[in-house]
């Protein structure tokens, strides 16, 4: 508080009293009549005051003084008086002491320096106690209008601005001074202070503190980023900051507290309802091991009811399995550790045995002493039992309870270390079924699965006692045969096994006979691992397939390689089928019998691999026609056709019909006619440009279907030829009926006509009913003038062959032929 109080009787003109106000720099003056206080006067009452009549400024100060003065105990807090100054609205306290005699004056800037309210000056930022509407008035403005715009906005300074100059600031203290000394109708831009000092708003309210101390100011402007006015900060925003933020952290505090309290009371309530609910047995004994607590599980896995087992110690449930030296371990681990965890075996009210997964768990007190003992067990005996399980389905098909290929491979391993060490063989037979699918396709899964049950049973009463047999999914199974002097025993075996299985089979109302393919291949002479020996038996069994089946066959070594030679072939195809690389299109020359004019081609596909190097159709038409890729490359080879005619109309160049050759995979395609239409759009090609060659086995089944197809590509433009006529089946029947151009005499007629009479009548034969059917004929294979002279006594009309031409690339048949077309 201010001491030494300053007073003056209240007759004392106004601005004698301010002067000494202004002196002393106090903010206020006890008025005193007869040495007794009759009022207060401070330095907020100027802005009440009319600076523009400076007689008014020397009125008695008794006339102008508050006359309520309101006190505060010497004895009281800061904290009180703090809270006081917001709820009166006051600037000033008269300090009195307990016979209400004055002992000073408190300010709002005493509470603010000596209340210690460093911790709350630090932690806040000035943006959030500053006023956010401070009073900016310009400096062309009079005291008096100051004065009266200071009353108005209840605020104790403004900032003055004025052109060319730093910001000043005028205070209530100010304005003490101009009662003191009238500066006249000077205005209030050449009396304000300047500079006027600054903060950021970001900066702490401990360093606006230290600033308004250092500085003896009592406001500072608050200035953001863009250098605008948006606050100003003196000792009272500070003052009611603080109360705010107390009343706040009370706030916060009590509800915390409550909070906590209804999250404990929660936490209690919850895990009551969770021990309750809990699945797990719950246990807890005191010191001693005397039960106290269990929980519903408990009494649902034992049978015992809390009142049968409390003050009762857990031994009530032990099972005699264990041995002393087992509950001996677990109570050194809870001494030494403070838990155990085991597996534990123990026994129900009623005596029977389970298996619990226990966990027990030592409760100490703050001085580290045992007071309880938790302990969570579960009932696992139906998890071991589960587990066994799993573990026997990993090991055992599930269907027939046969070995399944790990356990079929484990066996194998040890047989083979077994034969190493004793010099013997042993034989593993890989047996597939035959047409097993027909019999789940029409039959049904159910018996199919009854299938495999029956023959599982049957092979396994052929095999025998030292023998394994397993199955490796679907209708394979495997045999293992160790011990084995001559290889002469593993074939007498399967022959039993073929026997077996090819006995008729009875399920279900249903009679039906199934065979099996088997192969047999040798420990150590056909392989030293159990991959290789698996591998060359499936190879084996696969040949046996394609060799009649219902037999067996022995692995062979030579006939392996060329299946691997094919199956790399077939690899190497599926990539070119993908990508094209390497695929070229070689063009025959067709010719008129009589004229030699150039009739036609003949597209034929040429494959050159960088591995297999150049490969005759011969070798990979039939391993595209297996493995299916004779699709793709069938579309390849249209492409390309389709596209060369493109290119040599645009040239220019005189073309004729190219036929390529359809296998009966491409032919029976549902969507055939389309994708050729596709194919001719694409290309911008005319009718009668590309022409299709079938065998005749493609049309001798569903001849009607085979119709709709062939008039079809007859409506596209294609002339359809067959082609090798006379080496297949032929029937006079589908000539008449399908809608064909041209017959293909094939090449072996034409080369035997001039030393097998049979060959001539075959050729007059075919040439005479082409003729009568208005069918053109095109004989293949003409390799010599002669044949070409014997051709020409039949109504043969044209002639292709190596004797007239040779299959060549394209730009090749272009320079040799095409001109003459």
């Keep these: 508080m201010q001491t030494g109080l300053l007073s003056c009787d209240r007759h004392t003109p106004l601005d004698v009293a301010a002067a000494r106000m202004a002196e002393r720099r106090c903010s206020s003056m006890l008025v005193m009549e007869n040495d007794e206080p009759v009022g207060i006067w401070t330095e907020h009452d100027c802005i009440y005051?009319?600076?523009?009549?400076?007689?008014?400024?020397?009125?008695?100060?008794?006339?102008?003084?508050?006359?309520?003065?309101?006190?505060?105990?010497?004895?009281?807090?800061?904290?009180?008086?703090?809270?006081?100054?917001?709820?009166?609205?006051?600037?000033?306290?008269?300090?009195?002491?307990?016979?209400?005699?004055?002992?000073?004056?408190?300010?709002?800037?005493?509470?603010?320096?000596?209340?210690?309210?460093?911790?709350?000056?630090?932690?806040?930022?000035?943006?959030?106690?500053?006023?956010?509407?401070?009073?900016?008035?310009?400096?062309?403005?009079?005291?008096?209008?100051?004065?009266?715009?200071?009353?108005?906005?209840?605020?104790?300074?403004?900032?003055?601005?004025?052109?060319?100059?730093?910001?000043?600031?005028?205070t209530e203290r100010d304005l003490v001074r101009f009662v003191a000394a009238h500066p006249g109708q000077v205005s209030v831009g050449e009396l304000a202070t300047r500079p006027l000092l600054s903060v950021a708003p970001g900066d702490t309210l401990i360093h606006a503190r230290d600033q308004l101390i250092a500085n003896r100011v009592r406001h500072l402007a608050v200035i953001d980023e863009s250098e605008q006015v948006v606050g100003l900060l003196g000792f009272r925003e500070m003052l009611d900051g603080n109360e705010q933020f107390y009343i706040e952290d009370l706030r916060q505090a009590l509800a915390q507290r409550d909070q906590a309290l209804s999250q404990s009371r929660f936490n209690l309530e919850l895990a009551e309802r969770v021990i309750d609910a809990s699945l797990?047995?719950?246990?807890?004994?005191?010191?001693?091991?005397?039960?106290?607590?269990?929980?519903?599980?408990?009494?649902?896995?034992?049978?015992?009811?809390?009142?049968?087992?409390?003050?009762?110690?857990?031994?009530?449930?032990?099972?005699?399995?264990?041995?002393?030296?087992?509950?001996?371990?677990?109570?050194?681990?809870?001494?030494?550790?403070?838990?155990?965890?085991?597996?534990?075996?123990?026994?129900?009210?009623?005596?029977?045995?389970?298996?619990?997964?226990?966990?027990?768990?030592?409760?100490?007190?703050?001085?580290?002493?045992?007071?309880?003992?938790?302990?969570?067990?579960?009932?696992?005996?139906?998890?071991?039992?589960?587990?066994?399980?799993v573990r026997r389905l990993a090991y055992y098909d599930a269907l027939t309870r046969l070995p399944n290929r790990r356990l079929l491979e484990d066996r194998l391993s040890l047989s083979m270390r077994h034969a190493h060490r004793n010099s013997r063989r042993l034989a593993v037979i890989f047996?597939?079924?035959?047409?097993?699918?027909?019999?789940?396709?029409?039959?049904?899964?159910?018996?199919?699965?009854?299938?495999?049950?029956?023959?599982?049973?049957?092979?396994?009463?052929?095999?025998?006692?030292?023998?394994?047999?397993?199955?490796?999914?679907?209708?394979?199974?495997?045999?293992?045969?160790?011990?084995?002097?001559?290889?002469?025993?593993?074939?007498h075996i399967a022959g039993r096994l073929i026997a077996a299985i090819s006995e008729p089979f009875k399920i279900d109302g249903h009679e039906f006979r199934v065979g099996g393919s088997l192969g047999i291949s040798f420990y150590p002479d056909d392989a030293a691992t159990i991959d290789d020996l698996m591998r060359n038996a499936d190879a084996a069994m696969y040949?046996?397939?394609?060799?009649?089946?219902?037999?067996?066959?022995?692995?062979?070594?030579?006939?392996?390689?060329?299946?691997?030679?094919?199956?790399?072939?077939?690899?190497?195809?599926?990539?070119?089928?993908?990508?094209?690389?390497?695929?070229?299109?070689?063009?025959?020359?067709?010719?008129?019998?009589?004229?030699?004019?150039?009739?036609?081609?003949?597209?034929?596909?040429?494959?050159?691999?960088?591995?297999?190097?150049?490969?005759?159709p011969a070798d990979f038409i039939p391993v595209a026609e297996r493995s299916g890729l004779i699709l793709p490359l069938g579309r390849r080879l249209i492409r390309k056709v389709a596209a060369q005619q493109q290119r040599w109309l645009a040239a220019g160049q005189a073309v004729v019909p190219v036929a390529v050759n359809l296998s009966a995979k491409q032919f029976w395609q549902n969507d055939l006619p389309a994708r050729l239409a596709a194919i001719f759009s694409e290309h911008e090609l005319p009718p009668g440009l590309i022409d299709v060659e079938l065998t005749e086995s493609t049309l001798l089944d569903e001849s009607q279907q085979a119709t709709h197809i062939l008039q079809s590509l007859r409506e596209l433009g294609c002339g359809v030829a067959i082609d090798d006529f006379g080496t297949g089946y032929s029937s006079l029947r589908y000539l008449q009926d399908l809608p064909v151009t041209t017959l293909k005499i094939d090449r072996s007629f034409v080369a035997r006509m001039q030393t097998a009479h049979g060959s001539r009548a075959i050729v007059a034969a075919v040439t005479g009913l082409a003729h009568e059917l208005g069918l053109k004929v095109v004989a293949e294979g003409v390799e010599q003038a002669s044949q070409l002279a014997a051709l020409k006594q039949y109504p043969v009309h044209c002639v292709q062959g190596f004797h007239l031409g040779m299959p060549v690339a394209a730009d090749v048949f272009a320079r040799e032929w095409l001109g003459s077309a």
């Design 431 to 491: 047996i597939d079924l035959d047409h097993f699918k027909q019999v789940n396709d029409s039959l049904g899964h159910a018996i199919g699965d009854e299938l495999l049950l029956q023959v599982s049973q049957r092979l396994s009463a052929r095999l025998r006692e030292d023998d394994t047999l397993a199955r490796l999914g679907g209708d394979e199974f495997i045999a293992l045969l160790p011990d084995l002097d001559e290889p002469a025993e593993a074939t």
């Design 543 to 616: 040949r046996a397939k394609q060799e009649g089946r219902n037999t067996y066959r022995l692995f062979n070594s030579k006939t392996h390689v060329q299946e691997n030679h094919h199956l790399a072939m077939e690899s190497a195809l599926r990539d070119t089928a993908e990508t094209g690389a390497g695929l070229d299109v070689h063009y025959q020359p067709i010719f008129d019998t009589r004229s030699g004019a150039l009739r036609g081609a003949e597209a034929l596909l040429r494959w050159q691999h960088p591995g297999f190097g150049h490969v005759a």
């Design 49 to 170: 005051l009319d600076f523009a009549d400076p007689g008014a400024l020397r009125q008695p100060i008794g006339d102008l003084m508050i006359e309520s003065i309101a006190t505060i105990a010497a004895d009281a807090s800061l904290g009180e008086a703090a809270m006081r100054f917001a709820a009166e609205n006051r600037h000033h306290f008269l300090v009195v002491d307990e016979a209400q005699a004055p002992l000073g004056i408190l300010s709002r800037s005493d509470a603010v320096l000596n209340q210690g309210l460093e911790s709350y000056l630090r932690l806040r930022e000035v943006r959030h106690a500053m006023c956010k509407t401070p009073l900016v008035l310009p400096g062309t403005l009079t005291l008096g209008e100051l004065a009266s715009r200071m009353r108005f906005t209840h605020t104790d300074a403004a900032v003055i601005t004025q052109p060319g100059q730093a910001l000043g600031i005028i």
């Design 280 to 389: 797990e047995g719950i246990i807890i004994t005191d010191a001693q091991t005397h039960i106290e607590f269990v929980n519903p599980a408990f009494t649902h896995m034992t049978g015992y009811r809390p009142e049968e087992v409390i003050g009762r110690t857990p031994a009530l449930l032990s099972s005699g399995r264990h041995e002393a030296d087992f509950y001996a371990r677990m109570w050194h681990s809870l001494k030494s550790n403070g838990y155990w965890r085991g597996e534990i075996w123990n026994r129900r009210k009623n005596g029977q045995l389970y298996l619990e997964l226990l966990t027990v768990t030592a409760i100490r007190d703050e001085a580290g002493e045992t007071t309880n003992y938790a302990a969570l067990f579960s009932d696992i005996t139906h998890i071991r039992e589960n587990e066994e399980q």
